[in-house]
């Protein structure tokens, strides 16, 4: 099976220009979340989407967006670009059921952004 | 959000258990703990994850104390494998499918061979 995949692998891109992030859960997962992790820290949340609706937001400025679509895939689009925004961001699917709560994340590979 | 402590990192010899601890004192009697491990150049893997009572599986085994307040993630027989970051983290109960994994700095385990 196919687990969560994330495109493009690596990108570059320079400071005020907007970038989209793809991401294709595991089949049959509903949910999906987006992380952000710089170099030598923990991933810190910035959304989950489930059914196509936004369940969590983190502290993140507005600059940053995302949505679902009805396949369940998402992305996630940083506009205005900083140079502190070059991260691993990284796509994590979960499979919420409608009587039992799955809390398992999977994670994809991530997206290597660097903003010059 | 509830916090937790980890090591910065630990060392451990190959074939050899591991024992990883984690500190989490403000813990809310609904937040579940979960450990996660990021290889290098990956994304973050499960490892594992409990409320209250101690939990094995193929990967690994975590020992909760009695108050919750800490943790401990064991690995039987350590292999160069699982030389990676070890994130021990918590995850709020909240109503619906809003939940947040807040996410430390880890511990990063090497294994010598």
């Known amino acids: 099976d196919a687990g969560v995949t994330q495109s493009p692998t690596h990108l570059i891109k320079t400071r005020g220009q907007q970038v989209t992030l793809r991401c294709s859960p595991i089949?049959?997962?509903?949910?999906v979340s987006w992380y952000q992790q710089v170099l030598g820290q923990g991933p810190q949340f910035i959304f989950q989407?489930?059914?196509?609706?936004?369940?969590g937001r983190g502290n993140f400025p507005d600059r940053f967006s995302a949505r679902q679509f009805p396949n369940y895939s998402s992305e996630l689009n940083v506009n205005a670009l900083l140079l502190g925004d070059s991260a691993l961001y990284l796509c994590?699917?979960?499979?919420?059921?409608?009587?039992?709560?799955?809390?398992?994340?999977?994670f994809g590979p991530g997206t290597r952004l660097l903003v010059l | 959000d509830a916090k937790t402590t980890q090591p910065n990192s630990m060392e451990s010899n190959e074939e050899e258990p591991v024992h990883l601890p984690c500190n989490h004192s403000?813990?809310?009697?609904?937040?579940?703990i979960h450990w996660y491990r990021q290889l290098p150049s990956q994304g973050p893997e499960y490892v594992i994850h409990?409320?209250?009572?101690?939990v094995n599986n193929r990967m690994a085994s975590l020992a909760i104390a009695e108050d919750r307040k800490s943790s401990t993630l064991i690995l039987h027989r350590a292999t160069l494998r699982d030389a990676a970051v070890y994130y021990c983290?918590?995850?709020?109960?909240?109503?619906?499918?809003?939940?947040?994994?807040?996410w430390g700095l880890g511990t990063s385990l090497a294994v010598n061979p």
């Open positions: 403000t813990i809310s009697g609904t937040d579940y």
């Open positions: 989407y489930y059914e196509k609706e936004e369940r």
């Open positions: 409990g409320l209250t009572s101690n």
């Open positions: 089949s049959g997962h509903k949910s």
């Open positions: 983290i918590l995850s709020p109960f909240n109503a619906g499918n809003n939940r947040k994994l807040i």
């Open positions: 994590a699917s979960t499979l919420v059921g409608t009587t039992t709560y799955q809390e398992t994340q999977y």
